[in-house]
């Protein structure tokens, strides 16, 4: 009954103001291709969004059935017309955003390992991330490798690469840091964890971060590494856009991390 009532507050008031743009257009031409416009983009994100909002993602489907129905209404060319604009806006998203994800925020980026305490007699990790586009998930990682410094861990970092490290022998901890893109890991995390095989019973913790929502990252990093034999003895969630003292008290992102790091057991204890 709430998502009813929900839908009729979202959905009545738009398709009013549907029904006026139309009654106040003449040009048949410019309703097809505005109304086209329109519902295309809603049906991206719908095709975007319906695995973690599925309820915004129906009222969404609505309004763009909403829109071809009363482009049908308005006459056969001018739906026609819509139709094709619809189809064109749509698959102009989604190649967008394709491109976006693999050529941009997915491609790999390539950095020597950086060791840091070399001389730490802890424990040795091995922490591999990918550093996304705005730098939070690199800022993130460095909290949480010196959160491992600071009890005598020695820690090589690297990026998410074919350059990176895939022989585990002599690390006791590996950490995967990933941004979350489309809803999933950044690609090259995933990759980097395929290259590494079985993780042979490796404790391994993981690090994800999103605008505001890891519901599906999260699990999704959580199952790669069982999948793969590891022994997942940690996994973080932190968002920019949510507060983060919702899960850990404070907001302060790389304290968090500084925190999370210094409580990783030593081995042996």
Same mark, same amino acid.
């Given at each position: 009954? %709430? ?15 549907? $029904?006026?743009?139309? /009654? #106040? #257009?003449?040009?048949?031409? /410019? ?13 991206? *994100?719908?095709?975007?969004? !319906? ?10 489907? %609505? ?15 001018? !739906? ?7 189809? @064109? ?6 190649? /967008? ?7 941009? &925020? ?10 840091? *305490? ?30 491992? @410094?600071?009890?005598? !861990?020695? &820690? ?5 690469? #074919?350059?990176?490290? =895939? ?7 590996? @950490? ?7 809803? &999933? ?22 690090? @994800? ?30 968002? =920019? ?27 042996? $204890?």
């Amino acid at each position: 009954m %709430i998502t009813f009532a929900m839908l009729l507050l979202v959905v009545v008031p738009l398709v009013a103001g549907i $029904e006026s743009f139309f /009654a #106040k #257009k003449e040009d048949g031409r /410019a309703i097809s291709i505005l109304a086209g416009l329109g519902a295309g983009a809603l049906l991206w *994100n719908v095709y975007s969004d !319906w695995r973690v909002s599925p309820i915004s993602s129906l009222v969404l489907a %609505i309004l763009a059935i909403v829109l071809m129905v009363r482009l049908f209404r308005a006459g056969t060319q001018i !739906w026609k017309e819509g139709l094709v604009v619809t189809v @064109v806006t749509f698959v102009a998203l989604l190649v /967008a955003w394709q491109g976006l994800l693999g050529f941009v &925020v997915n491609a790999e980026v390539v950095n020597d390992v950086e060791v840091l *305490n070399p001389e730490g007699s802890a424990g040795t990790a091995l922490l591999t991330y990918h550093p996304g586009r705005s730098g939070y998930q690199e800022m993130i990682t460095h909290a949480f490798s010196e959160g491992l @410094v600071s009890n005598d !861990w020695r &820690v090589d970092v690297a990026t998410a690469s #074919k350059e990176a490290p =895939t022989d585990l022998a002599g690390y006791d901890l590996l @950490v995967l840091s990933a941004p979350t893109y489309d809803w &999933v890991p950044a690609k090259p995390i995933q990759r980097y964890l395929e290259r590494l095989g079985d993780l042979g019973g490796q404790p391994t913790a993981v690090i @994800v971060s999103a605008a505001g929502t890891t519901s599906l990252s999260l699990p999704m990093m959580e199952n790669l590494v069982r999948e793969a034999n590891g022994d997942l003895v940690a996994s973080y969630a932190l968002w =920019t856009l949510v507060p983060n003292r919702i899960a850990y008290g404070i907001d302060d992102s790389e304290e968090i991390m500084r925190q999370k790091g210094r409580a990783v057991p030593v081995p042996g $204890e």
